[in-house]
Antibody, heavy 114, light 112 residues
Framework: EVQLVESGGGLVQPGRSLKLSCAAS????????MHWIRQAPTKGLEWVASISPSGGSTYYRDSVKGRFTISRDNAKSTLYLQMDSLRSEDTATYYC???????WGQGASVTVSS | DVVLTQTPVSLSVTLGDQASISCRSSQSLEYSDGYTYLEWYLQKPGQSPQLLIY???NRFSGVPDRFIGSGSGTDFTLKISRVEPEDLGVYYC?????????FGAGTKLELK
């Protein structure tokens, strides 16, 4: 069974950092590009970042460029999102998903507040 | 950035009715390789989004044939024939042709 499980969410103060993880199982992780997608409370979906299967190429939305870093460890079948200099507008549920969109995690809640 | 405009914002239907959702793009979504990276997702209340349609018109595994995606270039449509209770939720179109990737604002399908 294909499974993506996010972890690492929580409450953090503005300006601080948080690192999300997404553990993959049930498929050959190293064959897939991956996305991070977020959803602010009561809002729609917003693409955040993507990474190629090898990790050699990464892509970000403008509002997180220079603050967020997407990475992966194919040996551990795990995707990461390092979030620095967090802002209140980063408050959201963060989902990891395969680049084909055929598998999504259950989401990790991130709240940025003092 | 590519803007995806979904209409209507909400759709009230009777079970068994047909529903139609439009997704219009500010730019053509045909990539240089000839493929159109346009997908449709359904997010049911309290759940993660689930893939319905990829490449404009290809139903994902297990998706009933009541769901039909169509369109090209900048105009796309998702039709749901004979709406069933499990079809209720918010539908999103998504484009992965142009960086940054973008979602439509969503269409909420609810019972009349």
């Amino acid at each position: 069974e294909v499974q993506l499980v996010e972890s690492g969410g929580g409450l953090v103060q503005p300006g601080r950092s948080l690192k999300l993880s997404c553990a993959a199982s049930g498929f050959t992780f190293s064959n897939y590009g991956m996305h991070w997608i977020r959803q602010a409370p009561t809002k729609g979906l917003e693409w955040v970042a993507s990474i190629s299967p090898s990790g050699g190429s990464t892509y970000y939305r403008d509002s997180v460029k220079g603050r967020f870093t997407i990475s992966r460890d194919n040996a551990k079948s795990t995707l990461y999102l390092q979030m620095d200099s967090l802002r209140s507008e980063d408050t959201a549920t963060y989902y990891c998903a395969t680049d084909l969109g055929d598998a999504w995690g259950q989401g990790a809640s991130v709240t940025v507040s003092s | 950035d590519v803007v995806l405009t979904q209409t209507p914002v909400s759709l009230s239907v009777t079970l068994g009715d047909q529903a139609s959702i439009s997704c219009r793009s500010s730019q053509s979504l045909e990539y240089s390789d000839g493929y159109t990276y346009l997908e449709w997702y359904l997010q049911k209340p309290g759940q993660s989004p689930q893939l319905l349609i990829y490449g404009v018109s290809n139903r994902f595994s297990g998706v009933p044939d009541r769901f039909i995606g169509s369109g090209s270039g900048t105009d796309f449509t998702l039709k749901i024939s004979r709406v069933e209770p499990e079809d209720l939720g918010v539908y999103y179109c998504f484009q992965a042709t142009h960086d940054p990737y973008t979602f439509g604002a969503g269409t909420k399908l609810e019972l009349k």
